[in-house]
Nanobody
């Protein structure tokens, strides 16, 4: 059973960049799609981006297209979320999740069985 472990959150200025990491603990991401979700105060958890570990298919929320990218490192069993041109509305707790999501379900939190504890990203304007 894999346990995603996030790191890399922090406080940045609008327009800055930040990279989050999601490492697999106790297992491997190889059978799964790995996604990032975020939740701002008072709002529902929303899909941000995903990558299929085998094959590398990626999906993006419209709100982050052109600014965020996702990648994976096979050797480190880690997924990275590169966030550029950050905006105040990107402020949220970012969660990494792993599951057997398919193209039609990647944006649904219910498609993911394994969740990290979350890491706070705060963008000040």
């Amino acid at each position: 059973q894999v346990q995603p472990v996030e790191s890399g959150g922090g406080v940045v200025q609008a327009g800055d960049s930040l990279r989050l990491s999601c490492a697999a603990s106790g297992g491997t991401f190889s059978p799964y799609t790995v996604a990032w979700f975020r939740q701002a105060p008072g709002k529902d958890r929303e899909f941000v981006i995903s990558i299929r570990w085998s094959g590398g298919n990626t999906y993006y929320a419209d709100s982050v297209k052109g600014r965020f990218t996702v990648s994976r490192d096979y050797a480190k069993n880690t997924v990275y979320l590169q966030m550029n041109s950050l905006k105040s509305e990107d402020t949220a707790v970012y969660f990494c999740a792993a599951g057997r999501a398919i193209a039609s379900t990647v944006a649904s939190a219910r498609a993911y069985d394994y969740w990290g504890q979350g890491t706070q990203v705060t963008v000040s304007s």
